[in-house]
């Protein structure tokens, strides 16, 4: 409704109430007036006027009566008329007296005379009359002897007594007047009043009239109004695509419009007055829409507003099912009425399905894809793995110079087939969406070198010359996914030397931003270069682009795609400059973060590992693998038993105790997994042993459920020597154990600190706390460690001090003090002793942990 | 009709017995010691009968107590209504004329008075009025009952000193 109407509605509810008032006014008025009247009319009949004029004029009449009558008796006396002549003068003198006498009588008690007889004018004459008349009494009521002797005197004094008489009448009488004047004024006053009020009444009424005549025009405008709204509603309705159901709150369909008996099948009079469960939907159905009408209307009296559409199964006439759209809300004028729509909804349920279809279609074939380049990459690496090993102890044999360069050329070709059967599985991963950045401290220099090391042959080979260096402030300890950048440079630096013939490979680090949180690694090459339309192309898979040069470099067209994949990965940019015939820039951008402090864990790299002779259980079903792994064990040493499948693996662990199990995981008959749960299940003499899982294709999800069955730690497979010597000197130092262990990385050491669980504690606690119990964790881990390292002896209260100070440790995300401290905690448990080395290596690893957590958190450094 | 006063006045003994029957009261004959209050007239001057106190005060009795516009005061009276004593004296009456002793002088139609008023009354606080008090007798409404006895005509009828009352037919 709009504002002005509004405004009108409110006029129109004052007008009615301005009428009222008015009204009632009308009526006080008339009502007062006329009681005024009514009283003036009892006044006027009830005369008490009346006799008083004549009251006053007969007064001289009577007076002069009785000086008559006087006069008379008073000659009958004087002529000495017969006795009863004189007597019935006597008598009639005394009857004229009296009546005069009444006569004063009456005007004394004559009711308008109380206001009149106040005045002086008239109150003297009265006295005189009145004097004359209590004089005289005593002589007429006196014998008639006396009387008649009385007459000349009487007869005197009334002649004296005559002037006050008349002066007394005409007082009253002038007063009388006045008063009557005064009546008059004051009637006519009335009569004007009631004039007054005849005219404001009248005026009332027509005022009354005019607003009743005004509210009669605009309901009849607002009834055309709301014709014309109705109409227009009437309209929308009926041109609605959608079924328009009214009905009550018993269900029963009162109003329905043209699509709904196109919808439904039932015509508009067929449909009013039956309920919607009888022909519109199932019992079910209409159940399930009263519960949601109740729980919507309740939200809505909540003052939740929600117009969710809900979905029914409607029948229409014929039987039809099909599923339909219901949005409903309660009449706004009657809250008993319920408006719904209803969309039919079949055909687009009918298009979702297809769609929903042929998108399970596509997922299914992709995944197939990538569980076919999965598998396919595994079942190639197994064999390729057998030929680079065998290569690799080829060597330890006498060869000469021919044989020599032949198995180069051999293991360079292998190695080559490695890197692309390597290229598509890490695709498959990235298919799969499991490849995830990791953050750890690494070294900038140590990382280019190793990539300048690793691609040194293949740029030499065509004649180039490959350095890298620094642009601006070196930046060398940093935190990052090192892994993922050194094999996006790898990618990127074998990329420039396929295409570049006698010429140089410069590979230039930045650090970028004024916070020096991204690091750009360019790789320069004066190669062939690319035309500028193709740049867009080069990241895509399997592109090779035209050219004698590609041919010759040959690949398979990944790399690049899996660098721009990588790139993505880490959030990096990553871009190509080129000129044809003056070689190419390729560039990246990756967001990094200086690691303040110096990191143990990153040198551990290189370290040589120590051989330490040990009882090894090889269980892998693959026979070359199985050679290969048992050659590179017992040429460093160790002594090694073979299992060839899962089964016989549980069998010799639990008949003999050896120092650590190496364990294939796909095998036949039972696999790795399966089969190191039943050895830590079992009660054999290496149930507690630490096992390793060998894998090619070990996914984080997996790893995770390995250390569920108990396996200890992962080695990637092809097995490198080294890795696995590293692995072997971890379980001999107890850094690695049995069940229970903490999770290892595969192939870095853990860091000394997590950034990440200091970040969450400062956010829990704020700086201010998280400063303080930083000052309480330091007391206390001094005092602990103090303790260990002093070597109480008794293993019980080794494990209770080692897991207390564990616990906090993890708190403050001292990663590397926690595992060391689990260590101990978990031989004491399996009652082993704790080599007093052990112990107090905890001191050095206590005391850089903690200048390290300084150093990496100034909010931190101040305690 | 004319023979019934001189009937009453020698009938006078009975007059106490008479007034319980139907038949009007008997005027008592009239005495020197009792002097005559009231004397009804025919047109032409007749005198159809006279009443003495005690002539009226044979007739049933009816009192009215009431204020007046010319006393000062409840007043009590006691007299005859006057219907009565029409009834007695001239049954067809289609008028009455009634004067003062001051001469003053009204006329009363016949449906100026019915069965209970006016009241033609004869004592006042149960004592008999002088000239001086408006008596001997004086024709009083019940003017405090109601307005309507309050109209000038009532008063104008309320004729006080009456002594005389002429019967129009």
Redesign the interface.
């Known amino acids: 409704m709009s504002p002005s109407l509004k405004t009108s509605g409110a006029a129109l509810w004052q007008r009615p109430m301005a009428a009222i008032v008015t009204l009632a006014l009308c009526v006080a008025l008339v009502a007062g007036t006329a009681w005024t009247v009514l009283f003036e009319i009892?006044r006027l009949?009830?005369?008490?006027a009346?006799?008083l004029q004549w009251s006053l004029s007969?007064a001289d009449v009577?007076f002069l009566?009785f000086r008559l009558q006087l006069q008379a008796a008073q000659e009958a006396v004087e002529d000495g008329s017969a006795p009863d002549v004189v007597q019935r003068a006597l008598r009639d003198t005394r009857?004229r007296f009296?009546?005069f006498?009444?006569?004063m009588?009456?005007v004394d008690?004559?009711?308008p005379f109380d206001s009149i007889e106040r005045e002086q004018a008239l109150t003297i004459p009265r006295g005189e009359v009145v004097a004359f008349l209590d004089r005289t009494i005593p002589l007429i009521d006196g014998d008639d002897a006396k009387l008649a002797a009385a007459l000349p005197a009487i007869a005197e004094d009334a002649a004296a007594t005559g002037v006050a008489v008349r002066a007394f009448s005409l007082a009253a009488l002038d007063a009388f007047v006045r008063v009557a004047d005064a009546n008059e004024a004051s009637l006519i006053r009335k009569l004007s009043l009631i004039a007054a009020v005849l005219f404001a009444f009248i005026a009332g009424l027509s005022l009354i009239a005019l607003v009743l005549m005004r509210l009669t025009r605009e309901a009849r405008e607002h009834a055309e109004l709301a014709e014309g709204r109705a109409n227009r509603m009437h309209t929308i309705v009926e041109t609605s695509l959608d079924a328009i159901v009214v009905t009550d709150d018993l269900g029963v369909i009162r109003d329905y419009n043209s699509a709904a008996e196109r919808i439904f099948g039932y015509r508009r009079d067929e449909a009013i007055g039956r309920r919607v469960r009888d022909i519109l939907m199932t019992n079910d159905q209409a159940d399930e829409l009263q519960n949601v009408v109740r729980n919507v209307m309740k939200a809505r009296e909540r003052g939740d507003h929600i117009l969710h559409p809900h979905e029914v199964i409607a029948v229409d006439r014929f039987g039809r099912r099909f599923p339909a759209e219901v949005s409903f809300d309660r009449a706004a004028d009657d809250e008993h009425l319920y408006v719904s729509f209803v969309r039919d909804i079949s055909l687009r349920k009918a298009q979702e399905e297809m769609i929903t279809q042929a998108r399970d279609r596509a997922l299914a074939g992709e995944r197939s894809k990538s569980e076919f380049l999965a598998v396919m990459s595994h079942e190639m690496r197994t064999p390729l793995n057998g030929l680079l090993g065998s290569m690799q102890l080829l060597r330890d044999h006498e060869l000469n110079e021919t044989q020599s360069e032949l198995l180069d050329l051999m293991q360079g070709s292998g190695e080559h087939l490695l890197g692309l059967v390597n290229d598509v599985l890490d695709l498959a991963k990235f298919e799969a969406g499991k490849m995830k950045a990791e953050s750890r401290p690494f070294s900038v220099s140590r990382l280019m070198d190793g990539v300048v090391e690793s691609t040194a042959t293949l740029a030499s080979s065509n004649g180039n010359d490959l350095s890298w260096s620094w642009v601006g402030p070196a930046s060398d300890r940093l935190t990052g996914d090192s892994r993922k950048i050194r094999q996006i440079l790898l990618n990127l630096v074998s990329n420039a030397a396929k295409f570049t013939r006698g010429g140089g490979i410069d590979i230039e680090v930045e650090m970028l931003g004024a916070e020096r949180n991204q690091i750009e690694f360019r790789v320069i090459d004066s190669g062939i270069g690319i035309a500028e339309g193709d740049i867009e192309r080069i990241f895509n898979d399997f592109e090779t682009l035209d050219s004698s040069y590609a041919r010759q470099a040959g690949g398979t067209g990944l790399g690049l795609g899996i660098v721009r994949r990588l790139a993505k990965v880490m959030d990096a940019e990553l871009g190509a400059e080129s000129e044809p015939g003056d070689g190419s820039l390729f560039w990246i951008r990756i967001p990094v973060s200086e690691a303040a402090a110096q990191d143990e864990a990153v040198g551990s790299e290189s370290q040589a590992p120590a051989a330490v002779p040990m009882e090894v259980l090889l269980v892998e079903d693959n026979e070359i693998n199985r050679f290969i792994a048992r050659e590179m064990l017992e040429s460093d040493g160790h002594t090694v038993t073979e299992a060839v499948d899962g089964q016989a693996g549980v069998e010799w662990a639990n008949a003999q105790r050896f120092d650590v199990i190496l364990m294939d995981i796909s095998m036949p008959v039972m696999d790795g997994a399966e089969a190191a749960c039943r050895i830590r299940a079992g009660n054999g003499a290496s149930a507690d042993v630490p096992i390793v899982a060998l894998t090619a294709h070990a996914l984080p999800e997996e790893i995770e459920r390995f250390r569920a069955v108990g396996i200890s730690q992962t080695l990637p497979k092809p097995i490198d020597r080294k890795v696995l010597a590293r692995c072997l000197n971890d379980i001999v130092g107890g850094r690695l154990s049995g069940p229970g262990a903490e999770p290892q990385e595969a192939d870095v050491a853990a860091p000394l600190i997590d950034r990440d669980q200091i970040e969450t504690l400062l956010a829990g606690t704020g700086v201010e706390t998280g400063r303080k119990l930083l000052e309480r964790f330091t007391a206390e881990t001094d005092g602990c460690i103090a303790a260990l390292v002093s070597g109480p002896g008794d293993r019980s209260e080794i494990a209770r001090l080692a897991h207390a100070c564990a616990g906090t440790c993890g708190t403050f995300g001292l990663t590397a003090l926690r595992r060391a401290l689990a260590d101990i905690e978990t031989k004491t448990k399996r009652n082993q002793d704790v080599a007093q080395d052990e112990l107090a290596a905890l001191e050095p690893l206590w005391r850089d942990s903690l200048d390290q957590l300084r150093a990496i958190d100034k909010r931190l450094a101040v305690a | 009709m004319f023979a019934l006063p001189r009937l009453a006045k020698r009938l006078s003994a009975l007059a106490v017995i008479a007034a319980s029957f139907a038949a009007p009261a008997l005027p008592a004959l009239a005495q020197d010691a009792e002097p005559i209050l009231l004397t009804v007239l025919d047109e032409e001057g007749t005198v159809l009968a006279e009443f003495t106190l005690a002539d009226l005060e044979a007739f049933p009795v009816a009192e009215i107590d009431t204020t007046t516009n010319w006393t000062d005061g409840m007043q009590e009276f006691t007299g005859v209504p006057l219907q009565i004593l029409v009834d007695a004296v001239a049954p067809d009456a289609k008028a009455l004329d009634l004067t003062a002793i001051n001469d003053y002088a009204v006329t009363i139609p016949r449906d100026g008075w019915d069965q209970d008023y006016p009241i033609l009354a004869y004592r006042n606080h149960g004592q008999t009025m002088s000239v001086r008090e408006k008596g001997p007798l004086w024709i009083v409404y019940p003017y405090d009952v109601s307005s309507a006895y309050r109209t000038d005509v009532i008063h104008f009828r309320s004729v006080w000193q009456l002594d005389r009352l002429r019967v129009i037919d």
């Open positions: 009892e009949t009830s005369s008490k009346d006799g007969q009577e009566n009857l009296d009546v006498y009444s006569r009588n009456t008690f004559s009711e």
